[in-house]
């Protein structure tokens, strides 16, 4: 709910991790299709590269922006461990929604196709195949999705260590002061 | 050492000292203060004098650098973090001089929020969130956002998150130093009211001398040190 939200910050890391998990997915299709296995191995890795940045940059500015509300949170209460859960909550279900999206635009992607190639066989005249419609294939998504999912995991790591920085006393500190 | 049992919060020689821009700052010196259940304690004293910082370690947000806090019987003085987590939670209410209220979450919410690590359920927790935003009478505010609220009723949103949990203490850091005078009474009234009909031990740190007359005991501080209890 929390995360949801904090709309501005969801929406951009949202979209982008969108972007990377399609140009990931799409770098690995490329190198098992091997159409330009150089091309796809370098844009694969600069997706990787982008993609663990990315994760780590979140995790700071989650912290960074919300110290304060951490601070007030500990002072009412909540241990490391309860802002831990949040913070990470914050994070998975960012890039779980990044997912989502993606195999749903996939899915109605190759669904338009199929009913566009259904619906005019005389302007195409040859026979089509679902899996040569599919722009990126399930495989690969599920791939990039579970190497994202490790990028996370470092994210909350670092999230972790900087909520452990995060002084109670922050909260009590007068605006401006 | 025995404790007495009416006492609710003692300090003993609490020293605590800064380093700020290389200088050593003395923020406490051999404070001792006891402060007993149901006492509605004033902190006064001029800007920089030690009064935040006395709240500070007095509710283990900071700790001091020797000395004692014995809390409802407990030395806090050495607490870990996890302790004193689940002391804040169980036996004190904060009331701040900027609210702290969750731009994100409503009013309820942000009532609510305190309760949400612990094993009550969601309806409970919400009965108990609408009965604090009742006794704070900001119950017709419960779906606003804090951008939605006026200064005053920000402050009475942080009050009834201060008691969702029916603290032992209640600590308040200039709780009306952002309001105006009618503001400043309806907060210090609700103050009074909790402190008289729950009977919780309420200490307001505030440079105001107006606000005298709302205490039994006014604790007056110089230069980190208490000066006169009155």
Redesign the interface.
Known sequence: MMVLREKKQFTVFCLMYTFLIFWTSYSIELVIKTQSLWFANTSFFIALFIGIFLSLLYAWLIVKRNSKTIATLKCIGWTNKDINSLISGFILFTTFMGFFIIVEVLFHYVAFLGYFYATNPTVFGTPYYIENLALVNLLPVFVTFTIFLFFQILAILLANRKILKVRPIIALKKVGA | MPVDKDTMIEAIDVNKEYRRAGAIIRALADVNLTIKSGDFVLVQGPTGCGK?TL??VL?G??LPDSGKIIFDGENIARAQ??RL??????K???V???F?L?P??TAIENVA??L??TVLRDKEIENRAIAALRDVNLLERKDHYPVQMSGGEKQRCGLA?AII?RPRVILA??PT?NLDPESEKQVMDLLKHINKDMETTIIVVTHRGSLASYANKIVKMEKGAIIKIQ
Request: zero cysteines.
């Open positions: 935040s709240l500070n509710s947000i900071d973090e996890a987590s689940k002391l804040r939670r169980q004190i209410g904060f701040f001089q900027d702290n969750i994100t979450l929020a305190l949400w690590p998150r949990h850091d200039e130093g």
